[in-house]
C-alpha cells in the first residue's frame, strides 16, 4: 500500500495521520484542487438526488437490502458460487489479501494484463504479487493508469488523481509517449487511449473488481464512464474479478435501486455511461466475452467485521465517495493522508476495522463528527456513531494522552463546584479582556487553536446570573 506521493510504509507500521495531514496542508494546490473538486461533486450531486422525490425511500430500500444480506451472508455467498459454477465460471475464496493476490498471480502468471476498477486489488497489493509473477500489467482506469506511471497511489475512490495538476499529467503522459505534450486535456486523453489501445489488443489476462455480485444470477456488475472495462473483460481470454465477500447481493431486481443511488451519489450524474452485467465466461454461439471467468472471493478482516455487531452496518458500503465530498476533514488533507486505500469517514471506520487500532487507531480522530457523511450515504451507514464507537475503543486500549485526562479532571473539579464555575468564568473573561482576540502567545493546547482562528469573545456575564435577574 503506498502512502503520501506513493512511499510504501512497512506492513504494520502506525499510519501517522497528524504528520500526513501537515503534509497535505502545506500543498497549495492540493488544497485549492480538492476544495474546488468538492464543491463541483457536491453542487452535481445536490442537484440530480433533487430530481429524485423518492431519494429518502431508496435509500431506505437499499440500507434494508444490504442489511438482510449481511444478515444471512453466508447462505447467499454459497448461492452466489453455485451459479457462478453452474454457467461455467471458477469461483476462489481467500482468506487473507496474500493468499488472494496468489491465487490471482497464479492464474495470469507471467502473462500481460489489464486492469479496471478495483480498489479491493490496491488493498491486497495485487500489482505487487503480479509483477513478482513475471506478468506486466497496465491499469486501464484513465486516473489509474496516470497513478501507476507516477508511481502513486489513489487519493479519492472516484477521482483518484484530484491531487495531480495537468501540467504534471503531460510530463508523465509525454515521457510515456516519448514526444512532449501539452497540458490540454482532450489532448492529453487522446494520447493516455492510444497508448492503452494497444495494450488492450495484446492483453491475455483482464482483472477487474466488482460494484456488486448478484446471488441469484451469479453475475458481476462494473458500473463505468470510460467503457474501459468493456475492453478489459471482453478482449482477453481470461478475465479474473476480484471483490470482497460484503459485494454480493440477492437479487437482480434489487440492482435497479443501487444503480440509481449510485452514480448520483458517485459522480452527480444521473446514469453512468456503461454498466456491465457479466455472467459466466463466454458460451458457445456468442461471439465475445472471455473463454475462462475466475470470481475471486476475498475476506481480508471482513468476517471479524462482521462478526462485530456493533460495526457490521460498514460492510454495507457501496464505495461512492459521497461521505468523502461532504467531509470538511478529507476536503482539507486528501486521500493520502489517511494512510490507507479507504480514505475520509468511510476510511476511518474501515481501515482500523481491516488493519486494527495499533496500526490505524489515529484515523476515527480524522473527523469534526458534523454529521455530514452519515446525511449523505445512500446505503445510511451511521458513519458518526461508528467514529464514535472506535474513538472509545481507541481510548480503552490506549488510554487517553496525559494532557486530556489531566484537562478533564480539571474540568469536573471546575464543574463540581458552584463558587468554583463561577470564579473560573470571571476568570476567563478577565483573561479575554486582557489578552485580546489575537494573543501573540498562549500555553499550548491554546497556542495551537489561535495559530488558525482568533479566541472568541466571552459571554459578558455568566448565564446563570442573567436568570436570577
Ligand atoms: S460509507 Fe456511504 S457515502 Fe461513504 S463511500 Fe460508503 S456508501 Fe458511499
Keep these: ?52 422525490p423518492e431519494w429518502q425511500a431508496l435509500r431506505d430500500y437499499a440500507c434494508a437490502v444490504k442489511r438482510h444480506t449481511l444478515g444471512r451472508l453466508d447462505q447467499y455467498l454459497e448461492q ?41 486489488s490496491e488493498e491486497i497489493g495485487l500489482n505487487e504479487a503480479l509483477a513478482s509473477a513475471g506478468c506486466e500489467v497496465t491499469e486501464t482506469d484513465l486516473g489509474e493508469y496516470l497513478l501507476q506511471l507516477a508511481g502513486e497511489a489513489p487519493s479519492h475512490l472516484i477521482a483518484p488523481i484530484v491531487h495531480r495538476s495537468k501540467e504534471f499529467i503531460a510530463a508523465l503522459l509525454s515521457a510515456a509517449a516519448g514526444r512532449p505534450l501539452p497540458a490540454e486535456p482532450e489532448r492529453l486523453t487522446a494520447v493516455a487511449r492510444e497508448l492503452l489501445r494497444r495494450r488492450f489488443l495484446e492483453a491475455e489476462v483482464g482483472i477487474t473488481g466488482a460494484n456488486f455480485l448478484v446471488a441469484e444470477t451469479g453475475t458481476v456488475v462494473l458500473v463505468e464512464n470510460e467503457g474501459n472495462i468493456r475492453l478489459t473483460t471482453t478482449i482477453p481470454r481470461v478475465h479474473i474479478a476480484l471483490a470482497g ?12 435501486v443501487f444503480l440509481t443511488l449510485l452514480p448520483r451519489a458517485a459522480t452527480g450524474q444521473r446514469m453512468s455511461s456503461y454498466v456491465s452485467l457479466l455472467t459466466g465466461p463466454r458460451r458457445s454461439g456468442e461471439r465475445d466475452g472471455p473463454e475462462e471467468f475466475h470470481l475471486v472471493l476475498v475476506d481480508n478482516g471482513r468476517t471479524a467485521v462482521h462478526g462485530d455487531e456493533t460495526m457490521r452496518e460498514v460492510l454495507a458500503c457501496i464505495r461512492c465517495g459521497a461521505c468523502l465530498d461532504v467531509c470538511p476533514v478529507f476536503e482539507r488533507v486528501g486521500g493520502h493522508a489517511y494512510g490507507s486505500v479507504y480514505s475520509g469517514p468511510i476510511g476511518a471506520v474501515l481501515t482500523p476495522l481491516l488493519q486494527g487500532l495499533t496500526v490505524a487507531g489515529d484515523l476515527p480522530f480524522a473527523s469534526s463528527l458534523c454529521g455530514a457523511c452519515g446525511e449523505v450515504c445512500p446505503v445510511k451507514i451511521d458513519l458518526p456513531r461508528l467514529l464514535l464507537e472506535l474513538r472509545a475503543r481507541v481510548v480503552r486500549s490506549r488510554g487517553a494522552p496525559l494532557g ?49 482562528r482568533d479566541l472568541p469573545p466571552a459571554a459578558p456575564a455568566a448565564f446563570r446570573r442573567g436568570r436570577r435577574r
Design 1 to 52: 500500500m503506498k502512502t503520501p506521493r506513493g512511499a510504501a510504509p512497512e506492513p504494520g507500521r502506525p499510519i501517522d495521520f497528524v504528520r500526513n495531514a501537515r503534509l497535505a496542508l502545506g500543498d497549495p494546490f492540493l488544497r485549492a484542487a480538492l476544495r474546488a473538486t468538492m464543491v463541483r461533486f457536491r453542487d452535481r450531486q445536490a442537484a440530480v438526488i433533487a430530481e429524485v
Design 80 to 120: 452466489l458460487e453455485a451459479q457462478v459454477a453452474l454457467r461455467g465460471g471458477h469461483v476462489h475464496w481467500a482468506r487473507d489479501g496474500a493468499e488472494a493476490a496468489g491465487i490471482i498471480a497464479r492464474l495470469a502468471r507471467g502473462r500481460r494484463v489489464v486492469k479496471s476498477k478495483s480498489m479491493t
Design 245 to 256: 465477500v460484503e459485494k454480493v447481493i440477492p437479487r437482480l431486481a434489487d440492482l435497479a
Design 404 to 452: 486530556e485526562r489531566l484537562f478533564l479532571r480539571a474540568w469536573t473539579w471546575v464543574m463540581g463546584s458552584a463558587v468554583r464555575l463561577t470564579l473560573a468564568g470571571s476568570l476567563v473573561r478577565l483573561a479575554r479582556g486582557l489578552v485580546g482576540p489575537r494573543p501573540r502567545w498562549l500555553p499550548a493546547p491554546l497556542s495551537r487553536w489561535i495559530a488558525f
